[in-house]
C-alpha cells in the first residue's frame, strides 16, 4: 500500500529564515504529488501539485517543490518564509482509486 | 462561485443519535470523497464516489453510509454515533486523476 512519511512534525523558524519541508512516499511507479496547506481555522488547500515534466514546480505564495524519483521524496521549500506561512502543511500522493493518501503533516510557526 | 460545502461546522450530540453531515460542491465534479482526520494523525478515506449512484468504502473502517443521488449532494450518515465517532470529517471533490482535489471546510463532530 501506497505511503507518505513527513519528517518534521513541528518546524519553528524566524521570519525570513529559509525553509524546506521533507515528504518521502513508498510508491515506485508513476505518481502524482501534492503539497496542501491548511491555515488556521481554514480548509485544506492545494498549494503545488506534480504529475509530469518539470520536476522543479512552483505553487502560489513562493512555495515550490522538487520530485526525485530516485530517492521518493517531494519536499518543499520556500526561501524566505513570512509570519503568514504560519499553517499545517500536508504532503499526498495520489492513490489509486483517485483518492489522495496525506502524510501526518507538519506545523509551521513562524516567528515576527 | 465555484465552492465545496459542508454543514454543519461543528456539531455534538450524545451517544445513540443519527446525524447526517452534509456535503454539497457546484464545481460539476463527478469524483467526491470523505475523509477523517484526527489531530497529528493523516487524513484517511472513509468513502469516496464516482459519480451519480456511485459508491464504494474506503481504506479506513468506517460504520458511515454515503449516498450519491445528485452529482452535486455526497451526504454522509451515521445511524448510532459513538464517541469513537468523535473526529473532523473532511468532504472533497475532484474532476480529473492528477489534478488534486478541493476540500470543503470539514465538520468537527463530538459525540458525549
Redesign the interface.
Known sequence: AQSVSQHNHHVILSEAASLELGCNYSYGGTVNLFWYVQYPGQHLQLLLKYFSGDPLVKGIKGFEAEFIKSKFSFNLRKPSVQWSDTAEYFCAVEGSQGNLIFGKGTKLSVKP | EADIYQTPRYLVIGTGKKITLECSQTMGHD?M?WYQQDP????H?IH?S?GVNST?K??LSSESTVSRIRTEHFPLTLESARPSHTSQY?C?S?DK??????????TRLTVT
Open positions: 469524483k470523497y497529528g494523525m493523516e487524513l478515506l469516496y464516482y464504494e474506503g481504506d473532511l472533497a475532484s486523476e492528477g489534478y488534486g482535489q478541493y476540500f470543503g471546510p470539514g
